[in-house]
């Protein structure tokens, strides 16, 4: 009989409240990967040590930390758990990160989800600096191998995992993170993209109705203008999209008294809603910027989200912009915003 697809599970970012669920998942998910001949006394006190509940509540309280689960109907499947920062001498040269965990319950092994938890580590791992990816699987444990080799990681060399006198044989595998990547809306592929993109529930919530393909065709092709789009590459995966345009002279009502010809604009989103709230969008507004400061005729960069809009407003000052006041637009009241280059 063929095996049900289960439903598609919801990822978000782990709570304090979960360390509870997160402790008992990991527990079965460890003893049916590594118990496969019954249980015994140093391996029960390896559970209880390493997977409790309170060594959950400190990962979760540790700022080093990132953890994301897999929900289906109210019930973590899955979780992903990164340590940034952790180095090892077998890791390749690089900012490091270790994946210390991917657990998948064994009924929803072989859907997907563990690719996405995977994805999911890999983005958070990359936008908060990280260039190389980490881990130690088992030796023995040939599945989970084979899975991270079909998805780009290679095996360095063998390490040791010791509890209680005992050796265990791991193998190191990690893999380089290509990190942010900017594309030129060039095709009716990318305007295809970002349509969809923009219909989506948490961005027409702040962008408003999306426009026909043929309008951001328009837009962004056809007559760009002053105003350049990009479709946002984390990792080699479309993540979102942000845009840049110059201050000055940009029309339509929109900042008519700028005289600064080295003023540019931006705005943007995140189009992946498991990824809010994790770092991403900070940092990839930082590297965009950077970017934008590279050429030496470009003297500040704004952008106006709208007074309740938090997250944005949080997002652009970790990435070093500065609240200058409010200000009316076209498109009603904003917080402008201003990071310069010396900023």
């Not at 219909?199 to 105003?227: K, Q």
């Not at 845009?243 to 540019?264: F, I, K, L, N």
Request: some cysteine; hydrophobic content about 45%; aromatic content about 8%.
């Amino acid at each position: 009989m063929p095996r049900q697809r289960p439903a598609e599970p919801l990822l978000r970012p782990a709570r304090a409240d979960d360390a509870l669920c997160l402790s008992v998942l990991a527990m079965q998910v460890f003893l049916d990967t590594y118990a496969t001949d019954g249980i015994r006394p140093a391996l029960a006190r390896e559970v209880l040590q390493g997977y409790s509940q309170a060594s959950f509540a400190a990962a979760l309280a540790d700022p080093a930390t990132r953890i994301v689960v897999a929900e289906i109907a109210e019930h973590l499947v899955g979780f992903a758990q990164l340590t940034l920062g952790a180095r090892h001498a077998l890791a390749p040269a690089g900012e490091p990160a270790e994946l210390l965990r991917l657990y998948v319950q064994e009924p929803f092994t072989a859907s997907g989800i563990g690719t996405r938890l995977l994805a999911h580590a890999e983005d958070m791992a990359a936008a908060a600096g990280a260039t190389v990816l980490w881990l130690t699987p088992w030796v023995h444990n040939i599945r989970a191998r084979a899975f991270y080799a079909r998805r780009g990681y290679t095996d360095v060399g063998s390490t040791w995992f010791q509890f209680e006198g005992e050796s265990h044989e791991n193998r190191l595998v990690a893999r380089t993170l290509p990190g942010f990547e900017f594309a030129p809306i060039a095709s009716d592929a990318d305007l295809t993209l970002l349509h969809g993109w923009l219909r989506r529930p948490h961005v027409a919530a702040w962008w408003g109705e999306a426009e026909s393909i043929g309008d951001l065709r328009h837009d962004f092709i056809d007559e760009p203008g002053g105003t350049r789009g990009h479709i946002v590459h984390l990792n080699r995966r479309p993540l979102g999209f942000i845009q840049c345009y110059v201050v000055m002279g940009s029309g339509d009502g929109w900042w008519p008294d700028e005289t600064d010809p080295g003023a540019r604009g931006i705005d943007q989103f995140i189009a992946e809603p498991a990824l809010l709230g994790q770092g991403v969008g900070s940092a990839m507004v930082r590297r965009f910027v950077d970017a934008l400061f590279a050429d030496p005729a470009v003297s500040v960069v704004q952008t106006d989200p709208r007074p309740d809009n938090a997250r944005a407003i949080a997002a652009y000052r970790k990435a070093g912009f500065t609240p200058v006041g409010g200000v009316h637009t076209p498109d009603g009241l904003a917080l402008l915003m201003r990071r310069r280059r010396d900023g």
